[in-house]
């Protein structure tokens, strides 16, 4: 289960409309071994695409760089879709390389960026995908 404050979960939302119709995509980061999401880090979708999000490399270098000296890790790792269900698809799959992490997906289709949108985590490993429940808190 992923348990993720109401501040962080309406950060995840805004990020994702704001950037509708490209996908938006970002990490929110944690204390290493806590898995809880804590600090909220939107990236640029390198692809500016609709169908398709791709992090910067030198942005990911950055960020994973700034994690370890904070001593974090990327506990949730969220995109957006714009015109499919919050599912990952297969290209999603093959990118997630986090095994320890939620994939946090939202919706954004048929809303044109308005809203309501889905919003669903799962967690990705070695390719199998398990969908979790998602509890909003108002604090840890």
């Known amino acids: 289960m992923l348990t993720i404050t109401r501040a962080l979960h309406d950060q995840i ?3 994702a409309r704001e950037d509708h119709p490209d996908e938006a995509c970002g990490v929110v980061a944690g204390p290493a071994g806590t898995g809880r999401p804590e600090r909220f880090i939107p990236m640029l979708n390198a692809a500016r695409s609709p169908t398709f999000y791709e992090f910067d490399s030198g942005d990911l270098l950055k960020l994973y760089r700034e994690m370890d000296d904070r001593d974090e890790e990327p506990v949730v790792v969220y995109h957006s879709h714009t015109a ?3 599912y990952p698809s297969r290209t999603d799959v093959s990118y997630a390389g ?12 048929d809303t044109d960026g308005a ?3 889905q919003f669903r985590s799962f967690r990705i490993v070695d390719g199998e ?3 979790e ?3 909003i808190v108002d604090a840890y």
């Open 84 to 86: 499919t269900e919050a």
């Open 129 to 131: 995908i398990t969908e």
């Open 98 to 109: 986090e095994p320890g992490a939620h994939y946090v997906l939202v919706s954004t289709a």
């Open 115 to 117: 809203g309501p949108f």
């Open 133 to 135: 429940d998602v509890r």
């Open 13 to 15: 939302v805004a990020h």
